[in-house]
């Protein structure tokens, strides 16, 4: 194991054990040409999202977003920071660029967008795809039981 693997993994422990300062700080002592990767990015948007810091989510998502599978992440977790800062406009459109449809986080967050849209119907749809397609589909609905985004299916 390379040391940047070692720092990388130390990172993610960090942050799985919710030290988000020692993961940010595991992950600005990796090599500079490592610290772009895109894993090393996706942490960074995790840390964001779990510290709701979603300006700062949006930039480095936005900034990471390119063309791939490796694009789904980054625009789940674009779409989730511009949600909630209040744009599930700008959100819907961010993820209509993403051109897989059978991805589970980005049905889920689509459902999520799509409620705060008032689209309840097409939200059901896509909740129940992601459910549908989940590696793990308990873990999923147990999720979308507890995401307030999706309070308003609860309701109706």
């Known amino acids: 194991m390379s040391p940047s693997e070692s720092t990388f993994k130390a990172a993610v422990g960090w942050f799985e054990l919710g030290n988000f300062m020692e ?12 610290r772009a990767s ?7 948007c995790r840390m964001y999202r779990k510290l709701e810091k979603w300006q700062e989510l949006e ?6 977003l390119g063309s791939g599978i490796e694009n789904i992440p980054f625009a789940c977790h674009h779409a989730w920071a511009l949600l909630k800062q209040g744009n599930p406009e700008k959100a819907h459109a961010a993820l209509k660029s993403v051109p897989y449809e059978c991805a589970p ?3 889920f967050t689509r459902a999520c967008v799509e409620c705060a849209l008032g689209n309840l119907e097409a939200e059901k749809l896509l909740l129940s795809d ?9 873990a999923m609905k ?5 995401e307030p985004e999706l309070a308003a299916i609860w309701k109706g």
């Not at 992601?130 to 590696?135: C, G, Q, R, V």
């Open 59 to 64: 930039w480095v998502a936005e900034g990471c």
């Open 130 to 138: 992601a459910i549908t397609f989940s590696l793990d589909s308990k």
């Open 105 to 107: 986080e980005l049905l």
């Open 38 to 44: 895109v894993e090393v990015m996706e942490l960074r």
């Open 23 to 34: 993961a940010f700080t595991e992950l600005e002592n990796l090599p500079p040409e490592h």
């Open 142 to 146: 147990l999720r979308a039981l507890d």
